[in-house]
Structure formats: structure tokens, C-alpha cells
């Protein structure tokens, strides 16, 4: 053999080792995302968790403020004055913002798309007119904004403006 055909083939036999390097590279670096995804997905929902908790806390732990919430939530025109307004489209801004990370990440966490803002939102006539009469728009980003007012646009337009939702359970081993 000529020194031609064995540099060739000392050549070829480089090649291939770094390709078999790259391929197990590579597959390294996508169980490592698979582990990275998984570990968000963890994090999105606990964070949710977390949310919601404090979130409950709080407002069971003022009954007055929890009494006035709930009447909002079907009958917005109870609210009195600004300050009452003003800490309801917070109440209201809050609720949203975390049945929007559900929404957001509903592929990453196994939540149903969609389904926990049509529940909350037409459930809720109070919070739907809070959020068609007042600036609680203007504090969510455009995107959360797009996906709120086709869900709102569709339940006033299903149930009326003052309509109320029933929500039935989707546990399947009902009698």
C-alpha cells in the first residue's frame, strides 16, 4: 500500500470518531434539555402552587375583604367607591395573571389549555364587566390581553353580559 491510501484511510477513521464524538454529544445535550424542561415545568407549577396559596391566605385572612370579593365577582356595581374598585381590579389583575401561567404553560405543566380562564371568567360576571369597564387591560402585557378578550367576547356573547357559567366537574367517574 501506498502512503496515499494510508493517509486516506487514517483520515476516514478520524472522520468517523469525531462524528460518533459529535452524535453521543448530542445526545448527551438533548437528555440535558429534556432534564432542564422537565425541571421548569416542576417550577411553573409550583410557583402556581405557591401563588395561589398566598393568595388564598390573604384573603381569607380579612373577611371583609373576602365577603366584598366574592359579591364583586358576580355583582361588580356593589362596589361603592374607588378604593373598593381599586383593590378589587388588583384582586382581579392577580386572579388573571395566574390563570394566565396555567394558560402560558399549559404543555409544560398538563394543565388544560384555556379551560381555568373560561372557568374563572364565566363564572364571574363581576370580574368580566371589572375587566370590560375599567383599566385592568392596560396593566397585562398584549398577548394575555388577546387571549382575554376573545374568551370574554365569547362567554358575554354565549351568556350575555350578566350571564353566569355553570361549570360542570370533569372528574369521569361520576354516577
Known amino acids: 500500500m501506498d502512503l496515499v491510501v494510508i493517509a486516506q484511510i487514517i483520515t476516514g477513521i478520524?472522520?468517523?470518531i469525531v462524528a460518533l464524538v459529535l452524535v453521543f454529544q448530542l445526545k448527551q445535550?438533548?437528555?440535558q434539555?429534556?432534564?432542564q424542561h422537565k425541571d421548569f415545568a416542576q417550577q411553573v407549577r409550583n410557583q402556581i402552587g405557591e401563588r395561589r396559596t398566598a393568595a388564598t391566605y390573604s384573603l381569607l385572612s380579612n373577611s371583609k375583604l373576602s365577603e366584598m370579593i366574592f359579591?364583586?365577582?358576580y355583582d361588580y356595581k356593589i362596589l361603592k367607591d374607588r378604593n373598593q374598585k381599586s383593590i378589587f381590579h388588583q384582586w382581579v389583575i392577580s386572579t388573571l395573571e395566574l390563570t394566565l401561567l396555567k394558560n402560558l404553560f399549559s404543555d409544560?405543566?398538563?394543565y388544560e389549555k384555556s379551560l381555568h380562564l373560561r372557568e374563572i371568567l364565566g363564572s364571574s360576571p363581576g370580574i368580566r364587566e371589572a375587566y370590560r369597564v375599567s383599566t385592568i387591560r392596560q396593566q397585562l402585557d398584549t398577548d394575555s390581553v388577546k387571549i382575554l378578550d376573545e374568551i370574554v367576547r365569547e362567554i358575554d356573547e354565549e351568556l350575555g353580559l350578566n350571564g353566569l357559567q355553570e361549570t360542570e366537574t370533569t372528574?369521569?367517574?361520576k354516577k
Do not use: F, S
Open 14 to 16: 478520524a472522520t468517523l
Open 29 to 31: 445535550q438533548t437528555n
Open 33 to 35: 434539555l429534556k432534564l
Open 71 to 73: 359579591k364583586a365577582r
Open 108 to 110: 409544560e405543566t398538563g
Open 171 to 173: 372528574y369521569p367517574y
